[in-house]
Every structure is written in structure tokens, then in C-alpha cells.
């Protein structure tokens, strides 16, 4: 049996972009770095036709999701849950066909990405952590859950890894859109304790 290396693929994934709202803005290591990431990630799947779909963790109390972001268009699916895969989500996931990748990112590393990992892990969706579009309100509990998600078998990447990988070619129909994505490096959003640390 062919061994699971984690190619990315436009035809079968989703971007699950998870609670990046405006009362987690003062308390987030590094959020506006992490929003500036997932917001390119979204600009990238309208470009290259990979659905998002986006949920807010308890509205009501923690405001709707930051402007920055660019979600304007999508709806919002409210939860309570730490996992995105409430039923709303998992009822898109089914009109999208089931994708068999996940693309993730969003807060907090260690609760609701983590919950919403281990969901899609056993589901066997495929699951790929943007780095350095996920984060917690403490760096300890962001590098540890992205150690632990890799444990369980989530693949663990970067923005501009992502990018590059779902295009695969200069050639691709939307590299140059794709390519201004990329004009400017990913911010340091804090990661190089996490390969010193472990």
C-alpha cells in the first residue's frame, strides 16, 4: 500500500478557517501575523477554487470574525463545540463532496484545533496545520499542540508551502495570481523555538 505523504491537491480539499475573532485579538500570540497568513490562504482557495468555510466560536460574546480576514461572503457557522465538525460543517462537507484534505488555520492551537484535528483524523480526512496560521494564547500551548497534532499524524506546513504545493508548477493556469500572494516572505510568527525546543 502506497504510503500517505501528504501531496496536496485543489481538486479534494477544504480550508477550514477556525475563530479568528475580534475579542481574541489582544490575546493571541502573534494574531495579526496568524490573520495575515489565513487571509492569504482564503484569497489563494477563491483563486484556485478551494471552497473555505468558516466557523466563530460563540458570537454573541466573542464578536464576529476580524475584518482583516477577508470572509466577507461566507457564512459564519456558530458554535459552542471546540471542534469545527458541528453539523453544519459536517453538512457542507458533504454538499462539497467530502474532500479528502483539510486545509487548517485559525485559534486556538491546543483547543479548537486540536479538537477539530482529531475529528477529521478519524473521520480519515487528511489533515494539514498551517503553522504560522494557527496559534493559541500562549506560545507553550501553541508549540505543544502542534507537536501533539503531529503525533497523531496531521502534517504540519507553512503559508507559502501550501502556495507552492497546490500550484506544483510556473506553468500552472494561476501561478502568477498565486505569485503575488507570495511577493512578500510570511512574517516570523515565533515557529523556530518550536524545532529548537523538540
Known amino acids: ?22 475579542k481574541f485579538r489582544p490575546n493571541i500570540f ?8 489565513a487571509a492569504r490562504l ?13 466557523t466563530e466560536q460563540y458570537p454573541k460574546g466573542l464578536g464576529p470574525t476580524v475584518p482583516e480576514l477577508g ?31 483539510a486545509i487548517l488555520c485559525g485559534i486556538e492551537a491546543h483547543a479548537c ?19 504560522d496560521a494557527v496559534s493559541s494564547r500562549s506560545q507553550t500551548d501553541r508549540l505543544f499542540a502542534l507537536s501533539r497534532l503531529k503525533q497523531s499524524g496531521a502534517f504540519l506546513t507553512t503559508t507559502e508551502a501550501v502556495l507552492l504545493q497546490l500550484v506544483q508548477d510556473a506553468k500552472h493556469p494561476n501561478f502568477k ?3 503575488k500572494l507570495l511577493a512578500h516572505p510570511s512574517p516570523d510568527t515565533g515557529l523556530l523555538g518550536f524545532f529548537s525546543a523538540l
Request: glycine share 6%.
Open 113 to 131: 484545533i486540536a479538537c477539530t484535528t482529531f475529528d477529521l483524523l478519524e473521520k480519515g480526512i487528511e489533515v494539514h496545520i498551517v503553522a
Open 177 to 179: 495570481e498565486i505569485q
Open 71 to 101: 470572509a466577507e461572503g461566507l457564512t459564519a457557522h456558530a458554535k459552542t463545540s471546540f471542534t469545527m465538525m458541528i453539523e453544519a460543517v459536517e453538512k457542507e462537507m458533504q454538499t462539497l463532496g467530502n474532500p479528502k484534505q
Open 42 to 54: 482564503l484569497q489563494a482557495s477563491r483563486v484556485l477554487g478551494i471552497p473555505p468555510i468558516l
Open 30 to 37: 502573534q494574531f495579526t501575523n496568524i490573520v495575515s497568513n
Open 1 to 22: 500500500m502506497a504510503r500517505v505523504v501528504g501531496r496536496l491537491s485543489t481538486k479534494d480539499s477544504v480550508l477550514l478557517l477556525c475563530d479568528m475573532q475580534e
